[in-house]
């Protein structure tokens, strides 16, 4: 079973940059489909971003399209997310999830192991 542990939250001013990362043990992280969800106070766990097993496709949430890139180095067993041009309402705890299926998909049901999060939060 692999475990994940996210890093790189923190405090940013509207504007600036941060990069996730998340690194995998117990198992490879090439055998799974990868992603970033995000969970502010109040509302439902939402998707940001994932990413296929080889890279080939990504998917990303409307509202950081553009802004954010996800990428991962299988053979480092960790995967990332570069947050540029970052606004308040990026304002969360970030997960990374990893799933076995097939399809990256924007719905937390098909992954099935998550990180502890981390905190991103920025500042207007």
């Known amino acids: 079973q692999v475990q994940l542990v996210e890093s790189g939250g923190g405090l940013v001013q509207a504007g600036g940059s941060l990069r996730l990362s998340c690194t995998a043990s117990?198992?490879?992280?090439?055998?799974?489909?990868m992603a970033w969800f995000r969970q502010s106070p109040g509302k439902d766990r939402e998707f940001v971003a994932g990413i296929s097993r080889k890279s080939e496709r990504t998917r990303y949430v409307d509202s950081v399209k553009g802004r954010f890139t996800i990428s991962r180095e299988n053979a480092k067993n960790v995967m990332y997310l570069q947050m540029n041009w970052l606004k308040p309402e990026d304002t969360a705890v970030y997960y990374c999830?990893?799933?076995?299926?097939?399809?990256?998909?924007?719905?937390?049901?098909?992954?099935?192991?998550w990180g502890q999060g981390t905190q991103v939060t920025v500042s207007s």
């Open positions: 117990g198992s490879a992280l090439s055998f799974y489909i």
């Open positions: 999830a990893a799933g076995t299926g097939l399809f990256v998909l924007q719905t937390p049901a098909p992954y099935d192991t």
